[in-house]
């Protein structure tokens, strides 16, 4: 078999896991295998615990304020460190091996809750008929929820959100189509809390992109998903 | 509300959920924080340590242990960010971050001072001429991480991005392409490119670290 393509060999040097065929590959070829180490001086270097982000809250002693006003000569005061513990828990320290699969390990368990919810009775009104639909479960401690169906009228579909979801004082709430492994992911449009209704992309296979993901957006003009999402479920 | 706490804490986007903080309405907001660290504002200076001096100083203690070394980094952290404040810019994206990138630099730096001090004193204890190449051999890794986080600084965004996501958070390509929302193909070349690039520096410029 020919080598690895070069895009393998560096997700191979960040230790993804490579297809089957590949990982034999490279467990035979010595050149493929040189190739992984010399890219992977780089990774082994950087990807250590102690420089990942974020890291838990420590609140220094003032002494680290006067040294740094003192070198500055800058002489506004930060407001004294909190007695108490306010401060929300600290992040926990990423561990960098093995790999988190958090987004994955969201994303199957929203396909576990999709299937049962996936039970749904087919129905149809003036909004077309009902040809899949699913819950929307918060993640984490999120109180979002709501439902989301898709339904096909005169051969066209969209998807219907009903969205039970806190008020945002800024930002958005955007709905998205994400295949399970969330390797892929469509934006679909802006939803409110209450009933929404958002087309769906005419040949769009939703046996791939069966997840239905709810994110909270900053209004940034980034048109990429914030990672940060409230609420999902499984069409089915 | 995990992730969105994150990104408040580090990524500094003023997203309400709805449950509303009172110090969010009585504070200037991460922007304007950043925006008066740039003009100079020496009350944003402040404003920055109060809001975050505690993570950086829990990156400097996870380092190194609560201590001289750990408050060193915490402190040359902000030193060099102030004085060093034109070099901040919109396109160094949000302060916390970029704050976060300089104490990667100084937590480097202490390390390569460690390792000096180390061949120091081993080269008093030891007749070093009558073991050559042993006792002063640079750790590798240790000059690698201060050439390797000068290089990432001279990468544009989004591959600057997209390697910190896979270094410093662990994500995997796909999880990055979810994130960032750029699509697959576009981020595994991207990868590649940023890591061949790495391993250029590290072939060209590394083996002069040695003494
Ligand atoms: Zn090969």
């Not at chain 1, 467990?27 to 992977?40: K, M, N, P, S, T």
């Not at chain 1, 838990?56 to 006067?66: H, Q």
């Not at chain 2, 402190?75 to 901040?88: C, D, E, H, L, V």
């Not at chain 2, 990432?152 to 989004?158: A, C, K, Y």
Request: charged share 25%; aromatic share 4%.
């Amino acid at each position: 078999m020919q080598h690895c393509s070069p895009e393998q060999l560096a997700l191979a040097a960040l230790r993804e896991p490579l297809p089957a065929a590949d990982a034999a590959h490279l467990a035979d070829c010595a050149a493929c295998r040189g190739e992984v180490a010399a890219l992977q001086r780089a990774v082994d270097a950087l990807a250590v615990p102690a420089l990942a982000a974020p890291a838990p809250s420590v609140t220094p002693p003032p002494r680290v304020w006067d040294a740094i006003a003192a070198a500055t000569g800058v002489s506004a005061t930060p407001a004294p460190a909190p007695t108490s513990e306010p401060e929300p828990a600290p992040a926990p320290v990423v561990e960098l091996r093995p790999r988190r699969t958090r987004w994955l390990a969201a994303a199957a368990a929203a396909a576990v809750v999709g299937g049962l919810a996936g039970a749904a009775v087919l129905t149809r009104d003036d909004a077309g008929a009902v040809v899949a639909a699913t819950t929307l479960d918060p993640l984490d401690a999120d109180e979002s929820s709501g439902t989301a169906e898709v339904r096909e009228r005169d051969g066209v579909r969209s998807l219907q959100v009903d969205l039970d979801a806190p008020s945002l004082g800024e930002g958005y709430y955007e709905v998205w189509l994400l295949r399970p492994d969330v390797s892929g992911l469509v934006p679909l449009g802006v939803v409110h809390q209450g009933a929404n209704s958002v087309p769906l992309p005419d040949g769009l296979d939703l046996g791939d992109y069966p997840v239905v993901d709810v994110s909270v957006e900053p209004l940034d003009g980034d048109p990429a998903h914030s990672g940060v999402s409230v609420a999902r479920g499984s069409l089915s | 509300m995990t992730a969105l706490e994150d990104r408040i804490d580090l990524y500094g986007q003023d997203v309400e959920t709805g449950r509303t903080s009172l110090r969010r309405v009585v504070e200037p907001d991460d922007d304007e924080i950043a925006r008066r660290f740039r003009d100079g504002d020496e009350q944003a200076l402040a404003l920055a340590y109060e809001r975050w001096g505690g993570q950086l100083h829990g990156m400097a203690v996870r380092a190194f242990g609560p201590g001289p070394d750990a408050e060193d980094v915490t402190q040359q952290t902000f030193i060099s960010a102030w004085t060093g404040r034109n070099g901040y810019s919109a396109g160094s994206g949000p302060l916390p971050a970029w704050l976060v990138g300089i104490c990667r630099h100084k937590i480097a730096d202490v390390w390569a001072k460690r390792d000096r001090q180390r061949r120091q004193s081993e080269a008093v204890a030891a007749d070093v001429a009558s073991r050559p190449g042993s006792s002063d051999d640079v750790d590798t890794r240790v000059a690698d991480r201060v050439l390797l986080l000068g290089e990432l600084d001279r990468i544009g965004q989004p591959q600057r991005g997209i390697i910190e996501l896979a270094f410093f958070e662990d994500l995997t390509h796909a999880q990055i392409a979810a994130r960032t929302g750029i699509p697959l193909g576009t981020v595994k070349s991207h990868i590649r490119r940023t890591l061949e690039r790495l391993r250029t520096r590290l072939e060209v410029d590394g083996a002069a670290l040695q003494p």
